[in-house]
Antibody, heavy 121, light 111 residues
């Protein structure tokens, strides 16, 4: 059964860079058919897609966040990562990683348990 | 503000039928596949339906999905107390490149 687990600092200072890693178990980030994704949820609010990365097909980012995002895949560790620069309090959220079955048509399954990142000095 | 519009809340007694709507437009729902997610309190979302109306293994057949035009609908035919959760629709939007968009979410309260 595929499992995803987020890791990274729970507290980031304003203007700094948020960095998170998602470790994939019982699957491979090298698999060409899937896209590895980040989704966030501010406290008490809805879901927002951040972006998706494929080992073979590149990266796709939310247009509203594109200028601040970098996503990458580490096939040697079966991990993928998110970097979000110049964070503000508006970036405070639970960050989820998830597997996307296909770009432009797929769905997210499974999801990690999520990790809360707070932006505060 | 979400591109996809869902009612903020719905409520029903156990055994009743519940309908949750998800309204979009030509750049998203009308021309793309819809998925639905259930988020139980304090947990990560879980896929409930994909490709408009398909259920992953393990999802009860009480959960039904449909799409007509630029709107999608989630129906729970006989609500149970354990169904109390937030429900989100999602699809793809082609207006600014290709991106995933989510509805604002609907809180189901089981009375």
């Amino acid at each position: 059964q595929v499992q995803l687990q987020e890791s990274g600092p729970g507290l980031v200072k304003p203007s700094e860079t948020l960095s998170l890693t998602c470790t994939v178990s019982d699957d491979s980030v090298s698999r060409a058919s899937y896209y590895w994704s980040w989704i966030r949820q501010p406290p008490g609010k809805g879901l927002e897609w951040i972006g998706s990365v494929s080992n073979t097909a590149g990266t796709y980012y939310n247009p509203s966040l594109k200028s601040r995002i970098t996503m990458s895949v580490d096939t040697s560790k079966d991990q993928f990562s998110l970097k979000l620069t110049s964070v503000t309090a508006a970036d405070t959220a639970v960050y989820y990683c998830a597997r996307l079955s296909g770009f432009s048509w797929g769905w997210f399954d499974p999801w990690g348990q999520g990790t809360l990142v707070t932006v505060s000095s | 503000q979400s591109v996809l519009t869902q009612p903020p809340s719905v409520s029903a007694a156990p055994g009743q039928r519940v309908t949750i709507s998800c309204s979009g437009g030509t750049s998203n729902i009308r021309n793309n596949l819809v998925s639905w997610y259930q988020q139980l309190p304090g947990t990560a979302p879980k896929v409930l339906l994909y490709e408009n109306d398909k259920r992953p293994s393990g999802i009860p057949n009480r959960f039904l999905g449909s799409k007509f035009g630029a709107s999608a609908t989630l129906v729970i035919t006989a609500v149970e107390t354990g169904d109390e959760a937030h429900y989100y629709c999602a699809t793809w939007d082609n207006s600014l490149g290709v991106e995933v968009v989510f509805g604002g979410g609907t809180k189901l309260t089981v009375l």
